[in-house]
């Protein structure tokens, strides 16, 4: 599907040094998008960036901890000193951990949440601060979009992951409704909306896997095998899956929508 409202906008997205920021990244380059990319992985984010602009991508690529105001105002910052706006903030970063629910630290929890929760509001504001100060793109459009990365992990609880993962799934519940406050707060100017992802082959599952399986006596690939082969689509889901959605709700398409938390996770989670 082409997209041609993503043509020249100017799109920041965090935790864009791998996986699914990543490939929204080439995606929204395929489309023509200019983009801002950070992680907290400094020199991930920058190899990304060389590799985009080797695909003729316009790129800007900086070091940025969620956590940080300042750094997240920094990557807004610096859109805008490029390009003059800022059209779409992706507040994708976010963190795993497998640990079991008795097990579990106070520091545990408050490091899922800084990232994950935390890290996604401060995103989000400093994007909004830029986004409502700026005109439309083109008459009758929002000032701005912004997405939020969840999980379908935040709509439910089911075995194995919920018992070993509880921070997680409620930091993405968290998303969910912080995006639906957002969406209120900054009505009509800005839409806000939430993509809930499955189970995705990137570095994170990887590392699901790890402790997983780890943690069961299992052999390894056994926990993503079985997760996978739960899937109603018959296959795991690709960072380019997720993009897809990605593409739709930052364009023109989607400027009626706001509020909203899309699953996209080849049918596993129908709530
Ligand atoms: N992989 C999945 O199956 C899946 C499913 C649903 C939702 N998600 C969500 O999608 C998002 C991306 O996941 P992924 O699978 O690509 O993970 P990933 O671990 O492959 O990539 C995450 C990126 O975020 C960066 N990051 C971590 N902490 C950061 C911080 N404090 N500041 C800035 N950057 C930081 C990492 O360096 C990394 O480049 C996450 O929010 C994740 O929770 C993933």
Redesign the pocket.
């Known amino acids: 599907m082409e997209h041609p409202s993503l043509q020249g906008a100017v799109i920041a997205i ?10 929204m990244a080439r995606a929204f380059a395929r489309h023509g998008a200019r983009l801002v990319l ?4 400094e020199a ?2 920058q190899a990304a960036a060389d590799a985009l602009r080797a695909e003729g991508a316009s790129v800007l690529a900086q070091r ?4 940080s105001a300042a ?1 997240n105002a920094a990557l807004v910052a610096a859109a805008v000193a490029r390009w003059g706006r800022l059209d779409v903030m992706v507040c ?5 951990q497998v640990k079991p629910m008795l097990e579990l630290e106070a520091a545990d929890w408050d490091r899922m949440l ?3 929760v935390t ?1 996604v509001f401060l995103s989000l504001q400093a994007a909004a601060r830029q986004m409502l100060g700026q005109t439309p793109k083109a008459e009758g459009r929002p000032r701005g979009k912004i997405l939020t ?5 935040g709509r439910y609880g089911a075995p194995p992951l919920a018992g070993v993962m509880p921070h ?1 799934r409620a ?2 519940a968290a ?1 969910i409704s912080l995006t639906q406050s957002a969406s209120i707060s900054f009505a009509p100017q800005l839409t806000v909306n939430a ?11 990887d ?2 896997d790890r402790d997983l399986t780890a943690l069961q006596g299992r052999p390894r690939g056994e926990a993503w095998r079985q997760r996978v082969s739960g899937v109603p689509m018959g296959r795991a ?1 690709t ?1 380019e899956d ?1 993009a897809q959605l990605a593409l739709f709700l930052a364009s023109a398409a989607s400027d009626y929508m706001s509020g909203q938390s899309l699953n996209i996770d080849g049918g596993l989670v129908q709530s």
């Open positions: 965090t935790g864009a040094g791998r996986g699914i920021g990543l490939g950070g992680d907290l992985d991930g984010v940025l901890d969620v956590r750094d994708n970063a976010g963190i795993m800084g990232v994950n890290g990365v969840a999980s379908v992990a997680y930091s993405k998303v993509i809930c992802p499955g189970i995705v082959d990137t570095a994170m599952w590392g699901i889901q960072a997720v």
